[in-house]
Structure formats: C-alpha cells, structure tokens
C-alpha cells in the first residue's frame, strides 16, 4: 500500500484515547502560532494509510511525519518544538544533546504512566472553527 496522505506536513499522530495526548495536542494548538502542525490520531483513517518503514503498530507512543521522514518518542517531540517554532525551536534543539536512549528512556517512563496519571481522553475539547481544518480523520 502506498503513502496516500494529504498534502500536509508536519502531521502529529496522537493517541486518540489519552489524556495527556489531548493537552499536549492543545499545547501544540495555543503555541504553534504559524499553524504548521496538522493533526490526527493514531486509530485514525490517516495514520492507517501511513505506509513507511518503522511505523509503530503499537498506541503508546507519538509519532511525527514531516518533510524528513519518520519520527518516534523523543524524536517526535524534539520536532514538535522545532515546527512550533520561536523559543521552543531553541529548547527542542538543545534537547538533541541528550542521547537518543536517555530520551527515549524517559519518553517510555512517561508513556507507561500516562493513562494512569493523566486518565483517558473521555471528552476532548473540540477545536475551534479556525482550526479545524488542521485535524485529519
């Protein structure tokens, strides 16, 4: 099966059942003032689509697609920072210094815990008109 996204980049594939995936994705919403994340979760019709190698099967994890590719945990998050851009480009830059593993070791601390701290997404608060066109099926 071929990659038959739509034409936009970067997307955020979310766990549409976390909380913490929610308020992170409204995060995203009140700081990428540029718009240039679209959106979509990971049980969704989009990320089904998605055919590339290292696509995670499994929901305990964010992945990021974008003009480079493929990114996981860590990975997925430095360039979150890097496409909400501003001051958070810096931070995100800086976490490169940490190892890949030490990273993603604290990403899987934190993915491991987040149903338990954060609690399901029961009720999403639904995007606003104008940014409604940035969430995919």
């Known amino acids: 099966m071929p990659?038959?996204?739509p034409n936009v980049a970067p997307i955020l594939f979310y766990d549409g059942e976390c909380g913490l995936c929610a308020k992170s994705v409204q995060w995203?919403?009140?700081?990428?003032r540029r718009g240039v994340l679209a959106f979509a979760p990971l049980q969704g019709e989009t990320y089904?689509?998605?055919?590339v190698a290292g696509r995670p099967?499994?929901?305990d994890t964010v992945v990021l697609w974008d003009v480079d590719g493929l990114h996981v945990r860590g990975d997925a998050v430095l360039r979150v920072?890097?496409?909400?851009g501003g001051g958070w480009r810096v931070l995100g830059a800086?976490?490169?210094v940490?190892?890949?593993?030490a990273r993603d070791?604290?990403?899987d601390f934190v993915a491991r815990r987040r149903l338990a701290w954060f609690g399901g997404a029961d009720s999403c608060r639904l995007p606003a008109a104008a940014t409604r066109t940035r969430f995919l099926p």
């Not at 995203?28 to 990428?32: A, E, K, P, R, S």
């Open 3 to 5: 990659t038959t996204l």
């Open 28 to 32: 995203c919403l009140d700081h990428d």
């Open 57 to 59: 099967k499994d929901l």
């Open 98 to 101: 940490v190892p890949r593993f």
């Open 94 to 96: 800086c976490g490169r």
């Open 105 to 107: 070791a604290a990403y």
């Open 81 to 84: 920072l890097r496409h909400v």
């Open 48 to 51: 089904a689509r998605l055919d």
